[in-house]
């Protein structure tokens, strides 16, 4: 498996999560009397402390486009999938272990450069691979507050951004928070206005890792649990059956 698979998702968040704002308390829109960094602020605090979530979209990972659509929760049970330009993968993270079930180009990718790897990709494709637990190729693939943490990780950014006006997002209405950056690049927040503050959608436009991820599913549970022995190779092990 890739080293850099973690990286790569945490990167589907990170990528467009860096958010902040700055005073435009606009009597007229929701939020009456609060500030763009304000709203903000309550967004990621709420985000954060969600149960749970699912977050679906394509952004740029090193400059290659990634797709992803995990439901992640405060325990680290997640389920989900993923897909880059040159395969894609089925993820599920349940008790203590970590699932993956890459298509060949997947895992032919992630072996590239060593020794029988085109071999291993055509044995391990369609079928699950367990992860030895602490495998640090995985470290946070799974794990809900890591990918939210680069949002309230800079406190710069969190400067220079305005309220925008309402919209839907899946349905749900929210104020868009807009911040320009260097190099025609620009951030949008999505607010739920009802209910809790909750970040509906993230967008960056321009600059160099264009995307957008949708926030939805909030305290639903994750319906995570490990695939049948009988279909799992135990990757500590090699080529058995996981028990």
């Not at 691979?129 to 969190?158: H, I, N, W, Y």
Request: charge should be positive.
């Amino acid at each position: 498996m890739s080293r850099t698979l973690a990286a790569s998702v945490i990167c589907a968040t990170a990528a467009v999560g860096a958010a902040g704002c700055s005073a435009d308390g606009s009597s007229d829109q929701p939020f009456k009397g609060q500030s763009a960094d304000q709203v903000a602020a309550k967004a990621v605090t709420a985000t954060r402390n969600a149960a749970s979530l699912r977050m679906a979209g394509k952004v740029a990972a090193d400059g290659q486009p990634l797709t992803v659509d995990f439901h992640v929760d405060t325990q680290k049970n997640c389920k989900g999938r993923m897909a880059m330009e040159r395969g894609s993968a089925d993820v599920i993270h349940a008790g203590q272990a970590t699932y993956v079930k890459g298509d060949k180009e997947f895992w032919a990718n992630a072996a590239k450069g060593s020794a029988g790897g085109r071999k291993e990709a055509q044995a391990l494709s369609g079928r699950w691979v367990k992860v030895p637990v602490g495998d640090a190729r995985t470290t946070g693939l799974c794990d809900k507050q890591g990918f939210l943490a680069d949002m309230d990780s800079d406190t710069s950014e969190r400067k220079g951004m305005t309220k925008g006006g309402v919209t839907t997002v899946n349905g749900r209405e929210a104020i868009a928070l807009k911040k320009k950056k260097g190099g025609g690049e620009t951030i949008t927040m999505y607010v739920a206005t009802e209910g809790k503050p909750y970040i509906l959608k993230l967008q960056q436009s321009g600059g160099e890792n264009p995307g957008t991820v949708v926030f939805s599913d909030y305290e639903k549970p994750v319906k995570a649990a490990p695939p049948p022995a009988g279909q799992v190779i135990d990757g500590s092990k090699g080529d058995k059956a996981a028990s």
